[in-house]
């Protein structure tokens, strides 16, 4: 071995050590000239990185917004080695995600295969082309209307538990951390609805999904270096996925969970349950069914595990900031009891749920009716969207308001950027629900069920067209529950003056970095 070494004098050393970095070189900066070639704007990109040290420093929401200030509605980027555009067009946006969707189908999620697990890999969200198309036909309808009314009731018990919390601690006048109190609610409701696991005797199963939701949905450093190591050298991708799995105890966790489940009920006559997952069984076949046109008993493991995910941090956020919104703008929430009170009876003494009876008061329908309610979660919502930034992928190249789109380029989909852009919503940075009341609204889609601002490639926070949130009903339905169960019994009294709102991740649902306070105060019943 010394002997090769003194083969080589200095300078044939330095010479492959300038051709080393020079491979390098090229090979980090290789597909970093596209958007140039293609005369769109954009940040100048790292070798290897690309932009992603921007996004990293600044978060991303702020990224984008500075990006677009600078470089107009079409920004071209790099995450890592990967061409990316940041598209803040309205209209542009729209002819992506609903018009030319059939191109647009899948997300390139910047999580590389090698990185999924069997539970994560066959789920909705990362699922790709036919198989998404056959996989949304099959879940769509478990999340109709009627569907959702049916798991009324026990989504009211969540919400009495909820209240029952609050009420105790309006009695000792101290403020709470309203997000672990909402956390606790949608697990209650998503355990309830999901799995038919009563709110009131859930504790070990919460204790449970509590302990390992984090490691599914949040990746550690470790494993983000992993991400990231990945993006710079795809080619090393399933070796670095291998030393990057780090749930796979949080994975065993969810699948012999749910499967056990799945499995007792096996035989079980239709409606026994009435649960997502009894929905989903009906739709559950075996593995070698040719027509597909039903869920392996795999598939189902998955997108109930993926339910359970998406569907608690999400809700739980947004009920966080509209407690601290209200807390801070007692006019508004004023308004909203008193449409409470207007639209589902002002006589606290009705609400039969409360003794236990199976017709609660508030339910699907009632819900329906708080068209204020509504319009204050849409606008928390917009201030502050749970997901400010998702993605799509150019399947074939393509162009759109002239600007070309190559073949697997991706799209960037700035949810936070075109929610607070002052053209579509003057004085952004206000809590007004009033926009989204039909009345005050020019330019604006309705959607089926008479809201405002739903469908609208104006309103992201929920995506739009045939790839949005599956479970956007159950989000809307499960925030308004628990807000009108809660407000009609106590009142957000105060809360500090900055909360520090988590910034934008690139993967995942943001943290709250710290508790979110907010005192709370019983209201007089007359
Ligand atoms: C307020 C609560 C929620 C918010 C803000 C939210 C937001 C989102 C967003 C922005 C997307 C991406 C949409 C797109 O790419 O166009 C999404 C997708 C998704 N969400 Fe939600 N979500 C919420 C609640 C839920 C709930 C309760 C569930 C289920 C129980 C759920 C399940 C899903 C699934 C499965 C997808 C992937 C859909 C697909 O790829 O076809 N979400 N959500």
């Not at 980027?77 to 990316?84: I, L, Y």
């Not at 009695?171 to 409701?189: A, G, L, N, Y």
Request: hydrophobic share 45%; aromatic share 10%; glycine share 6%.
């Amino acid at each position: 071995m010394m002997d090769v070494l003194y083969f080589f004098d200095v300078p044939v050393w330095i010479l492959l050590a300038v051709t080393l970095v020079t491979l390098l070189y090229i090979y980090g900066t290789q597909t970093h000239s596209v958007w140039r070639k293609l005369g769109i704007p954009g940040p100048r990109p790292l070798p290897f990185l690309g932009n992603a040290h921007e996004i990293r420093r600044l978060g991303m929401a702020e990224a984008f917004r500075q990006w677009g200030e600078r470089y107009g509605p079409v920004v071209g980027v790099f995450f890592m080695r990967r061409p990316m555009l940041v598209i803040n067009d309205v209209n542009m946006l729209k002819q992506i995600l609903i018009t030319d969707f059939h191109n647009f189908t899948n997300r390139g999620s910047p999580i590389p295969k090698a990185f999924m697990d069997d539970v994560f890999g066959n789920c909705l969200l990362f699922v790709e082309g036919e198989e998404w198309k056959r996989l949304r036909g099959i879940l769509s309808p478990i999340f109709t209307s009627a569907r959702l009314r049916e798991k009324s009731v026990l989504i009211n018990k969540a919400c009495n538990k909820t209240v029952g919390t609050l009420l105790d601690a309006s009695h000792q006048r101290e403020r709470v951390p309203i997000d672990v109190i909402f956390r606790k609610f949608t697990i209650d409701v998503i355990l309830s609805s999901l799995l038919s696991i009563d709110p009131d005797g859930n504790a070990a199963a919460t204790e449970l999904f509590q302990q390992h939701v984090p490691k599914m949905i949040r990746p550690s450093p470790w494993r983000l270096k992993m991400f990231l190591l990945s993006g710079m050298f795809p080619f090393l991708s399933p070796v670095l996925g291998k030393l990057a799995d780090e749930s796979q105890d949080a994975r065993e966790f969810y699948i012999s969970f749910i499967s056990q489940i799945a499995e007792k009920r096996r035989g079980a006559p239709e409606g026994t349950y009435k649960d997502f997952l009894e929905n989903m069984a009906e739709a559950e076949i075996d593995d070698c069914a040719e027509s597909r046109t039903k869920l392996t008993f795999k598939e189902l493991v998955s997108q109930a595990s993926l339910f359970f995910l998406a569907g608690n941090d999400t809700s739980s956020f947004v009920l966080t900031v509209l407690a601290y919104l209200l807390a801070r703008h007692q006019d508004i929430q004023d308004r909203l009891v008193a449409e409470i009170k207007r639209e589902l009876g002002s006589d606290l003494s009705e609400d039969t749920s409360f003794k236990g009876k199976t017709t609660p008061l508030l339910n699907y329908d009632s819900i329906q009716k708080l068209h204020f309610m509504k319009a204050c979660v849409l606008e928390a919502l917009r201030l502050h969207p749970v997901i400010s930034v998702f993605t799509r992928q150019a399947l074939e190249s393509t162009e759109i308001s002239g600007y070309p789109i190559p073949a697997g380029a991706g799209v960037y989909v700035p949810v936070k950027s075109v929610c607070s852009d002052p053209d579509l919503y003057p004085e952004p940075e206000l809590f007004k629900p009033e926009r989204f009341l039909k009345d005050h609204l020019e330019n604006q889609v309705t959607d089926p069920a008479g809201g405002v601002g739903l469908g609208s490639s104006m309103f992201l926070p929920f995506g739009v067209g045939p790839r949005n949130c599956i479970g956007m009903r159950l989000g809307l339905f499960q925030v308004m529950m628990v807000m009108a169960a809660v407000l009609r019994k106590v009142r957000f009294v105060s809360a500090p003056g900055e909360f520090k709102l988590p910034r934008a991740v690139m993967f995942g649902i943001p943290p709250f970095s710290e508790p979110v306070m907010v005192e709370v105060e019983a209201r007089e019943e007359h």
